[in-house]
């Protein structure tokens, strides 16, 4: 579904220029439900922009479907958001406008792209669990609803691709999990392709598949260990070393062979700039320089 | 449908916008359109008043046409006839206004006619008469004798019928037969029979002028036939050439407007040369056309006039649409990112803008038609600054040009509003959030287009102070009344300049200010001044708007009552006092020599004794030659009078004078023989108080000599400048020389009617043979139409100017303040008390609003003090006496301090409300965006 190589994005103003993305390499597989995790700053929101097509991407490769984002017009760009990509953000705000009904916001995008389908709309909020709140204002809707509300309007244009950034960052952790369970769902039942950034380590487990991006770059992969353990996890709240027992970490090596090696192991081993390389046939030893 | 109905959603929500847009929108819309409905009225008032004018003669929209062959050459019957049918069927349509029905005439070459009774044909008597047709003419004539003329005659004998007059002055009878001989197309000589077989009368003398196209006397010289017979038998037949044809037309041009005169100026214009090609020798000879010109060049010098005075305001209200579009949209533009980042498209974005403008575009469009009706008919009741009277009728008219002008109003409007709608349409979200963070400097600071609007101000003021000295040195008058309307434009443009600049500096003397004090300076104050130094450009629109408005509504307060007061000191000074009265004084013509008369006065008690009269006096004028010191010092104006009288009736001007005027008259009772002098006169001669000079009056030229007492520079009346006055007691010089008729000046009481004075003074005998009201000059000012044009245009302009700034204030402060809750919530979370919120608050007002209304009112007075006095070059030069004055009427002012003062009212009322309503924990919830 996306395929990312190289990804460069740098923001200039006047006097400052920041690289944001700095050759990001990473790959989602249709129907896969997983997530990128990041401390702030490390990039994961400026990815999530370029992919839903509100931000290009400066350099790189960037696929999602048959759309190459890098040299999309804005024609096709309005077309892409409307088939292909659906978006959930952190604020609502960004998500809603507050003088509508949760059904109107919901058929909006519809409205965006000509033909409005009440009966899906309906549908999509009763999905959600927000049947009875129907055609109450959002003011009157509670976070949580809220956050809800915006997970239907982004599946009002049924994408195959579904983009949510923080989805359970203003919310208590009934309605995070809640949240997860729509997701799970969604991409079991609909088959969409979901991607969830987030800086919440505990909510990253929940998925298949975690990417941890550090200063604009993919630093490694974690994979989970099990897929069946997924339904007896209850929730967040469990331990680092637990969630360290579901998922296997991966180092990531790109396309030319680079490996990126975090900084505690470095620290540990005094490593500066310099390494030596060892192969034995079956594994690759790396040591500091003697 | 669905695109609707969100819009309807949006406009709701955000329905004091969408209100106040569709109410600047209506003000503009309205105020525009005024204009050419007044002056599109005005002008239908100057048709009717030309038309009475001239209903003397010829009615003015007179067109007449005239055929008239040349030679004997042979008529082109078909172009004839061509001709004849446009001038009756296509011409009044193509002019397009109702006229009376077509008169016109056809004769051939007229003839000696001779009796074909042998027995007269001896006769001496010299006939010159012309055979001529007229269509209708049995409607307009009654015969009197005989019978009508029957349509067919034989081949060369006609049957034809003679104005009565006719038989007397030719001795022709009813039933003569005569030969008229006439030279056909072929050169031959042609015999005709004429058989007269009545005698007519008109039927209305008085409207002759109007249907015998060319005057009474062509009728005793016509011979009239019918026009089938002209046509068939004489033309066609007896190929006889057609002599003259005239076709004459009067329109009624009542329901005139501006937008009907370039057509009709373009079709009167070409109409010689269609006429020329369809026959040859056909002319207009008599059109209306310069009158049109006259119409069509006095209606646009109004609507310059009135729309140069009207275009700061109308900018004003422009600029406050946009303010508030802006404002709106500020406040949607996350709406905006919204809809684009779920799929909507620029196009579709800036549809829905535009959808919403024309909406309320439309809206506007419907009220401001309305509103401008009203508002024209305000313009024209408006008989000083902000003085409304019911004036009768003010004609007002609405034409498609004035809903043109709507049009247009709307569409700058639109166009103010969609397109940074546009501009935003482009960002999506996150180019949106990117662009928050950073403040550009307002275009206007960073093309430093404040200082090239000074400079263009200071142009402006430069040229009018050269074009002063320019009139002043040639001594050239213009119109009176006649504005200049750059005068109104330029101190808008310097207010609107001054203030930019001073906006510029703004920033800096607040972080001066806090500089200064931020030792010893309250919390309160400290943040204020930082919250004002850091976004001092978010406050610029409603500052700019302020500024603006205020300055404007000071100088065209100040400017519309100078105007008013200069020009009725000027009459008023003419004039002297309320009413002049001329009697007729009795005389007899000496023996000896007959240019002396001895007059005798008549009583001058009854003049006193009328109810309507507060006081009257005795007021003579004279001129004499005047000798300082033995020498002859030319002409001067000898005015006689009874000082206390005089005081009691003559209008002075207390600032032309060092002293009361009183104090001079006072002066005249120390010695008989006392007398004022102007000043030039006295600076001249280098007269001073207590010398003698000698004036020579009255028909037998004595000399009476009087002794200065004082020295004026103007009395009322008179113009030293074109001759010096000298002002005696009238007992003295009435015993020194004979009776001279005086003036009678009247001090009426208020209200008081001129005429039954008249009828009294004539019940006392008293035969008066002019009276001059001054009052009655003063009404005729007040209705003049391009007087009461400006008057309107500004009255209603300041009114505009104020509700515009209330408005604007109001939702500005409305709005910035929803859009800063979250900061308040942040302060108050942080300990602020709300007594110290409001303060805050309350100090920023002081110092945006305060300080700008502040600002306003000065530069408007400075623009006052600068660009009035340019204004008494536009006035007739030689009467600009008294000396110009520029006025500041306290009622004016004390208005505009009540609109401010309700405004700050408001605006620190809306911020109690919003402080009490604010709830910390809702701010803090809402985020970052609402």
């Known amino acids: 579904m996306i395929e990312c190589e190289g990804l460069v994005k740098i923001y200039k103003t006047d006097d400052v220029e920041v690289v944001a993305l700095q050759g990001l390499n990473f790959t989602v597989t249709e129907g896969e439900m997983m997530a990128i995790i990041g401390n702030s700053g490390s990039g994961k929101s400026t990815l999530l922009n370029i992919l839903g097509g509100l931000d290009r991407p400066s350099a790189g490769n960037v696929r999602v479907g048959p759309w190459n984002l890098l040299k999309i017009t804005d024609e096709q760009l309005v077309h892409y958001k409307r088939k292909t990509v659906g978006f959930i953000w952190q604020n609502n705000a960004r998500n809603l406008l507050p003088y509508l009904t949760a059904l109107e916001n919901v058929e909006t995008p519809m409205m965006m792209d000509g033909k409005i389908d009440r009966i899906y709309a309906k549908e999509l909020l009763t999905w959600v669990g927000l049947e009875h709140r129907m055609n109450n204002k959002l003011q009157q809707l509670s976070g949580g609803e809220q956050q809800r509300v915006a997970i239907a309007i982004s599946l009002s244009n049924r994408p195959s691709l579904l983009l949510a950034d923080e989805p359970t960052g203003s919310v208590d952790s009934q309605t995070s999990d809640q949240i997860m369970d729509t997701f799970r769902r969604l991409n079991r039942e609909l088959g969409v392709t979901i991607v969830i950034v987030t800086h919440d380590l505990s909510l990253a487990q929940q998925v298949d598949r975690v990417i941890a991006i550090r200063d604009g770059l993919t630093s490694s992969e974690m994979i989970k260990r099990n897929p069946n353990l997924e339904l007896a996890l209850s929730g967040v709240g469990e331990s680092m070393i637990e969630e360290q027992a579901t998922h296997e970490e991966y180092a990531v090596v790109d396309r030319i062979g680079r490996l990126q090696i975090p900084k505690a192991y470095l620290e540990t081993l005094g490593i500066a700039d310099k390494v030596s390389l060892e192969c034995d046939g079956t594994q690759i030893t790396i040591k500091a320089p003697s | ?930």
């Open chain 2, 1 to 930: 449908m669905a695109i609707l109905r969100f819009l309807y959603r949006k406009m709701w929500n955000n329905r004091w916008f969408t209100l106040s847009t569709l109410l600047g929108l209506t003000i503009a819309v309205s105020f525009t359109m005024s204009i050419p409905m007044y002056s599109d009225g005005s002008l239908k008032r100057l048709v009717s008043q030309t038309l009475e004018q001239q209903t003397n003669g010829l009615p003015a929209a007179s067109l007449y046409m005239k055929y008239q062959a040349s030679g004997n050459d042979e008529t082109d019957l078909e172009a004839f006839h061509d001709t004849d049918e446009f001038i009756r069927k296509e011409l009044p349509s193509d002019i397009g206004f109702p006229s009376d029905p077509l008169v016109s005439r056809f004769s051939i070459r007229s003839s000696q006619i001779k009796s074909v009774d042998p027995k007269q044909s001896g006769s001496s008597k010299f006939r010159q008469l012309e055979l001529a047709a007229q269509p209708r003419l049995s409607d307009l004539i009654e015969i009197t004798q005989g019978r009508m003329f029957e349509d067919q005659g034989q081949d060369s004998k006609v049957e034809a019928i003679v104005v009565q007059d006719a038989l007397y002055r030719h001795e022709i009878k009813v039933g003569d037969i005569y030969q008229y001989t006439v030279i056909d197309g072929d050169g031959k000589q042609q015999k005709l029979q004429v058989e007269i077989v009545g005698a007519y009368k008109l039927n209305n003398e008085a409207d002759a002028a109007a249907w015998t196209v060319s005057g009474q006397d062509v009728l005793l010289q016509s011979l009239m036939v019918s026009q089938k017979t002209l046509n068939e038998q004489i033309l066609t037949k007896l190929n006889i050439p057609l002599a003259a044809a005239d076709w004459y037309y009067s329109f009624d041009l009542q329901n005139i407007r501006t937008s009907d005169l370039s057509s009709l100026i373009r079709t009167l214009d070409r109409l010689d040369i269609t006429l020329f090609q369809k026959l040859e020798n056909t002319h207009v000879s008599l059109s209306f056309l310069n009158m049109l010109y006259d119409f069509r060049a006095q209606s646009i010098q109004m609507q310059a006039m009135l729309f140069a005075l009207a275009a700061p305001m109308i900018a004003m209200v422009f600029y406050f649409i946009a303010m508030n579009a802006r404002q709106s949209l500020e406040r949607q533009r996350t709406d905006i990112a919204v809809l684009k980042s779920r799929g909507g498209s620029s196009r579709q974005v800036i549809w829905l803008y535009t959808l919403e403008g024309l909406l309320l575009g439309g809206c506007s469009l419907i009220f401001g038609t309305a509103i401008g009706w009203f508002l024209a008919k305000s313009i024209g009741s408006s008989s000083g600054f902000l003085s409304f009277v019911g004036r009768k009728v003010i004609p007002i008219d609405f034409s498609w040009t004035t809903l043109l002008y709507g049009l247009l109003a709307v569409t700058m409007a639109i166009g103010a509003s969609v397109i940074p709608v546009a501009v935003f349409a482009r960002s999506s979200i996150v180019s949106y959030k990117r662009n928050i963070a950073r403040t550009a400097r307002p275009f206007w600071q960073r093309y430093y287009l404040d200082l090239i609007l000074l400079l263009a101000a200071i142009s402006g003021w430069y040229m009018f102070n050269s074009n002063r000295m320019l009139s002043a040195s040639t001594g050239l008058s213009s119109d009176q009344l006649q504005v200049q309307p750059l005068l109104f434009f330029v101190p808008a443009l310097s207010i609107f300049a001054l203030g930019l600049v001073f906006l510029r500096l703004f920033p800096w003397l607040l972080i001066l200010f806090h500089r200064l004090g931020r030792k010893f300076m309250p919390v309160t104050l400290h943040l204020t001044l930082t919250q004002l130094s850091r976004s001092a450009n978010s406050y610029y629109p409603i500052m700019i708007l302020l500024l603006l408005t205020v300055g404007l509504g000071v100088y065209n307060s100040s400017a519309a009552r100078t105007i008013d007061m200069n020009s009725n000191d000027r009459t008023l000074y003419q004039y002297g006092t309320d009413v002049v009265v001329q009697t007729v004084w009795e005389g007899y013509q000496d023996q000896n020599d007959e240019s002396i008369i001895y007059y005798t006065e008549p009583s001058f008690e009854p003049f006193r004794q009328l109810d309507e009269v507060e006081a009257a006096a005795r007021v003579l004028k004279t001129s004499g030659k005047v000798t300082v010191s033995g020498k002859s010092a030319g002409q001067g104006q000898l005015i006689g009078i009874d000082n206390i009288d005089f005081s009691k009736v003559a209008w002075f001007r207390p600032d032309l004078y060092p002293v009361h005027p009183n104090v001079y008259l006072d002066l005249l009772s120390y010695y008989e023989q006392a007398v004022l002098i102007s000043s030039p006169f006295a600076e001249k001669y280098q007269l001073k108080e207590g010398d003698v000079v000698t004036l020579s009056v009255g028909v037998e030229q004595t000399s009476v000599e009087f002794i200065v007492v004082g020295i004026m520079p103007y009395w009322p009346s008179l113009y030293p400048d074109n001759m010096p006055f000298f002002i005696a007691n009238l007992d003295y010089i009435n015993n020194q020389i004979n009776k001279i008729p005086y003036e009678v000046w009247l001090k009426m009481k208020d209200g008081a009617k001129v005429t039954p004075i008249v009828e009294k003074l004539a019940a006392s005998q008293i035969e008066v043979s002019e009276v001059r009201d001054v009052r009655n000059a003063l009404i005729d000012q007040i209705n003049h139409p391009s007087r009461g044009g400006v008057f309107g245009i500004l009255s209603l302009g300041f009114i505009v100017s104020m509700l515009i700034s209330l408005i604007g204030y109001i939702l500005y402060w409305f709005f910035a303040l929803s859009g800063r809750v979250v900061q308040f919530g942040i302060l108050r979370a942080m300990g602020l008390k709300r007594g110290q919120l409001t303060t805050m608050l309350l100090m920023e007002q002081l110092l945006t609003t305060g300080l700008s209304i502040a600002l306003g009112i000065g530069l408007g007075k400075l623009c006052s003090y600068i660009f009035l006095p340019f204004l008494q070059a536009t006035g007739d030069s030689a009467s600009q006496i008294p000396p110009f004055r520029i006025v500041f009427e306290a009622k004016d002012t004390m208005k505009l301090y009540w609109a401010v003062g309700v405004m700050m009212l408001i605006g620190v009322g809306l911020l109690f409300m919003q402080i009490r309503k604010l709830r910390v924990h809702e701010a803090v919830k809402l985020g970052e965006e609402r």
